[in-house]
Nanobody
Framework: QVQIEESGGGLVQPGGSLRLSCAAS????????MGWYRQGPGSEREVVAR???????DYGDFVKGRFTISRGNVKNTVYLQMNSLKPEDSGVYYC?????????WGQGTGVTVSE
């Protein structure tokens, strides 16, 4: 079994910053592709940022240089540094780990960008 745990969400004003953390644990013995996805009210889940096992990154078009995904020193931990946040960035942010053809998801952490 693989467990995914996210943290770091919360309420922030427009223009502010948040750092999300994700830690994967359990039956994982390598370094796997991981990523952040988000889902806003009435919207489908979309890719925010992904990082391959080799460290290659890609981002959703809406990120436009505002967010940075990175790996931690502990294996299969990732962070998402979000700057210049906008109200439309609000939603539930989910961490994902891909092991072969299987996706593992966390429960999500809420982000609200509002005055």
């Amino acid at each position: 079994q693989v467990q995914i745990e996210e943290s770091g969400g919360g309420l922030v004003q427009p223009g502010g910053s948040l750092r999300l953390s994700c830690a994967a644990s359990g039956s994982i013995f390598g370094i796997y592709p991981m990523g952040w996805y988000r889902q806003g009210p009435g919207s489908e889940r979309e890719v925010v940022a992904r990082i391959s096992g080799a460290g290659r990154t890609d981002y959703g078009d809406f990120v436009k240089g505002r967010f940075t995904i990175s790996r931690g020193n502990v294996k299969n931990t990732v962070y998402l540094q979000m700057n210049s946040l906008k109200p439309e960035d609000s939603g539930v942010y989910y961490c994902n780990l891909q092991r072969g053809v299987t996706d593992y998801w966390g429960q999500g952490t809420g982000v609200t960008v509002s005055e």
